[in-house]
DNA sequence: TTTGCATACTTAGCATAGCTAATTATTAGT
DNA sequence: ACTAATAATTAGCTATGCTAAGTATGCAAA
């Protein structure tokens, strides 16, 4: 369905097409997620801890809160997947010295490495898809990619 | 940055735009659904739980091997959560006549008004972001989400 | 100063959700 | 009628989510 979007234009057909595209951006989110991810078992650790060694590794060095509400979870979960972490020498957690409650949890190399790798693998899935398209259509995707950048606020990477 | 793909630009730096709207996409695929998953909590039941309902109820009756594999989850797992659906009276399993080793899975009634009262939460709150936009910008994500619904194949919803 | 409350993190214990291996029931092939 | 293959379940492990409670530190008011 293609409809115009002229200023004349009643209110309620404009809804109704916000309605969509929202519908559409919903579904093509969890399409393409679900793809990408089947490149994450190469990373060797689980989706939690994966995700928050991103967080670090994008996220700069931040304490054990701060990683907890970036991943939309609670302390005690965040320590837990933190413990891990450091186990399998993937992050650092080191006392704060102007505040000795709070820990700085910083990415090591191997941490690093391993999440630039799988990013890389994430997004080389994701372009051999986009390499069907011709310019006009990457071009369309890539503005549409600025304009949401802009209303979605991003805590990291 | 904006780039021109024209026919005449050379190879490399088509390439290099695919990559930063591949990168760009994966972004905001993550931010999304972070965003609007904040809704999940009122529907009463767990992710996994969630999802596999939302397949049963938009890619209608189906097996559990069947709806393992678009889950990605292996049969024991899926039997899990289907036993969990079964016992709040989300979905219903039946056995299949053409071939009683297999069961069919269905939504009851119950099932059906979770999933899309749920869905309509989340397509809420992104309508909620996108109606800053204008007419314009919404028409480009609209064509965009077109533009990836025909590369990424779908298995439901 | 010291008393007491707030804050940052951890520990303990529970539920959900992922896996492999092994079991049961049924179907299909020789 | 055997035997192999297939569909689902069961058993048991790990990972990841939660709340409640504990420990250590910081801060503020008496």
Redesign the pocket.
């Known amino acids: 369905m293609i409809t115009s979007y002229g200023v004349h234009m009643p209110r309620k057909l404009r809804e109704l097409n916000l309605e969509e595209v929202g519908r559409s951006l919903h579904s093509n989110a969890i399409h393409l997620l679900r793809d990408v991810r089947t490149e994450d078992s190469a990373m060797g ?8 060694l991103s967080v670090v590794v994008f996220g700069g060095p931040l ?6 509400e970036a ?14 972490l450091v186990r399998e020498g993937l992050v650092r ?1 080191e006392a ?1 010295r ?8 910083s990415s090591t190399d191997k941490g690093t490495k391993i999440i630039h790798e799988g990013r890389s693998r994430r997004e080389k899935r994701l372009i051999k898809l986009l390499s069907q398209l011709d310019a006009d259509e990457i071009r369309c995707l890539g503005r549409a990619s600025r304009i949401l950048s802009r209303i979605l606020v991003t805590k990291h990477s």
């Not at 650790?45 to 928050?52: K, V, Y």
């Not at 304490?63 to 907890?68: D, F, Q, R």
């Open positions: 650790i689980g989706p939690a801890q994966a995700s928050a304490s054990l809160n701060e990683l907890a991943e939309q979870v609670r302390p005690p979960t965040m320590s837990r997947v933190v413990e891990a957690r704060n102007d505040d000795r409650r709070s820990i700085i949890i």
